[in-house]
């Protein structure tokens, strides 16, 4: 039902079933929030998205109060405003005044509201926290004293994630967030994903930083510093230098990684490619041989580590693939080293992710050989837009330059690898050839596309109905996982990755991006495919020649001591 409400002395349009900040954002009035979550049940604790009611004189919470028929509203009178500047300031009360220092520092909606709602002196002063800084992670770095105890980290580790390894601690004054029994985060059930970054409001929750060991190698002239980029990568960064959503700085970002000192540059997607000549191979051994089904990528890390403790009984399920970013450090520390005539161990490569959860499968003793580690050191998206920066690169000056080859040309198959959905795609389309010898009429996949939470298709192969399912954000998984384990749903494949919506929205990419920016990220990608002619990983060139002169065969002896591995389950505190 359709009515009108009243706001700031105008008649607006509401629905029945419609929250206040429903209509304000539909109507392009900003009322600021702190702990609210688009398409989340609203908590209403934070009271910084308090409006008045005139008809009844109170102070509500527009995030969790409905609209109704008739109702006047007032979104910045002198109470409101006056309500949340004292909100603001009694967070600040015992925020650490170290701005100048933070991670966050220009990217802090705390900052910003202090900015916005003109808090120039301390009226309220409290008693600072002095809670230990947790360095413990191999991803994450937990910093107490600035956080504001909006929610937001819980609720997304809990209902999103389904890991819930952070909750509330304590009661009143002496409430903060920390994992079970206040231990230290590598000891808890935290799968690395970097969801609870991407929604911290302060810098209480970052990544952990490589970038001191970084530039010493870059400087280092003994040490020859490589580097690849995930397939996501080049469609994403542009945002970190203010450019519009989706734009796709490929070449580029080439120049702007050899201006910062790197000596080779490489495309993870060749190595996306690679992943699917061994992962489709798998697959079909599996179907053909009776082994255990439904296989499970394997690619996402935050997954793997989710499914190492919550589903060891599932781990024969994962395909024994590395990722693609430890299947290119396997390659360049083995093959590309003998080729250049260059040592393991006086090459550092280095990785450029979506993904937190990327440097904790770099330090993985699963990812290591005679104690060499296949990939030495990661950044995400944001560290790598820091680092341009911190070189004083105009990434709007920089010629565009190709990746450095063998190990750089790829297909349009492994640049879906960023997006949900994509590992799925590129595999039936290689899966198909092998199989049958031909192509897909179609390389379009569509019921495997877009940000659905949970996605099932069908593709006949010569007879044999393959069944797949493609599942994002890891609480997706459970429901799907034990829907499965039930014998409820038979299938042959499935894709899972533990962010919403892929890589593209992964825990190391920009922070603030609004829903429609990841769409076009997705959009960037889908347009990459249509438009290249090179779209599946089996016509990659230097993939064939890859295995022509070096691997022999997809899952032979060679391969499948370099690039393929397994694990095991996996014990945490609670």
Known sequence: MSFLIEVNNKN?????????????????????????????????SCRMCVVENTKTGRLVTACS?????????????????????????????????????????????????????????????????????????ASLV??????????????????????????????????????????SINTSSCVNCGQCIMVCPTGALSEKSHFTELISMLNNPEKTVVVQYAPSISVSLAEEFNMPPGIDINNVLNGALRKVGFKY??????AADLTIMEEAAELIDRVKNGGKLPMITSCCPG?????????????????????PQQMLG??????????????????????????????????????????????????????????????GIDINQIAPETNDSPLGFR??????????????????????????????????????????????????????????????????????????????????????????????????QHIGASEEAVMARMKALYDIDDKETVKVSHKNPEIIKLYESFLGKPLGRKSHKLLHTDYTKRDVLL
């Open 265 to 270: 540059v490489f495309d993870t997607t060749f």
């Open 303 to 323: 997954w793997v580590k989710f499914a190492e403790e919550f589903y060891p009984d599932m781990l024969p399920n994962l395909s024994t693939c590395k990722s």
């Open 12 to 44: 607006i349009g509401a629905r029945s079933g419609e929250t206040i900040l429903d209509v304000m954002k539909r109507e392009g009035i900003n009322v600021p929030t702190l702990c609210y979550i688009k398409d989340r049940f609203p908590s209403g």
């Open 65 to 137: 109060t409905p609209v109704d028929e008739g109702m006047k509203i007032q979104t910045h009178s002198p109470r409101v405003i006056e309500s949340r500047k004292t909100i603001v300031e009694l967070l600040l009360s015992n925020h650490p005044d170290d701005c100048l220092y933070c991670v966050r520092n220009k990217n802090c909606e705390l900052q910003d509201l202090s900015e916005e709602l003109q808090v120039r002196e301390r009226r309220i002063k409290g008693e600072k926290n002095k809670i230990h800084i947790d360095r413990s992670g």
């Open 411 to 508: 297909s349009s198959a492994g640049k879906l690898f960023g997006a949900t959905g994509g590992v799925m795609e590129a595999a039936i389309r290689t899966a198909y050839h092998m199989l049958t010898g031909e192509e897909l009429v179609r390389f379009r996949i569509e019921p495997l596309r877009g940000m659905k939470g949970c996605k099932e298709a069908s593709i006949d192969v010569n007879g044999l109905n393959l069944k797949v399912a493609v599942v994002n954000g890891l609480a997706n998984a459970r429901i799907l996982l034990d829907i499965v384990k039930r014998g409820e749903k038979e299938l042959h494949f499935i894709e899972v990755m533990a962010c919403p919506g892929g890589c593209i929205n992964g825990g190391g």
């Open 142 to 183: 937990r910093d107490p004293d600035k956080c504001i105890l909006c929610g937001r980290c819980v609720r997304i580790c809990e209902e999103v994630m389904g890991v819930a390894c952070i909750d509330f601690i304590d009661r009143g004054s002496k409430s903060f967030i920390g994992t079970a029994f206040d231990k």
């Open 330 to 391: 396997a390659v360049i520390k083995s093959h590309w080293a003998e080729e250049k005539g260059a040592k393991p161990e006086d090459i550092y490569s280095v990785s450029i992710m979506p993904c937190t959860a990327k440097k904790f499968e770099a330090q993985r003793e699963e990812m290591t050989s005679m104690g060499i580690s296949d990939v030495d050191a990661v950044l995400t998206t944001r560290e790598l837009g820091q680092l341009i920066r911190m070189y």
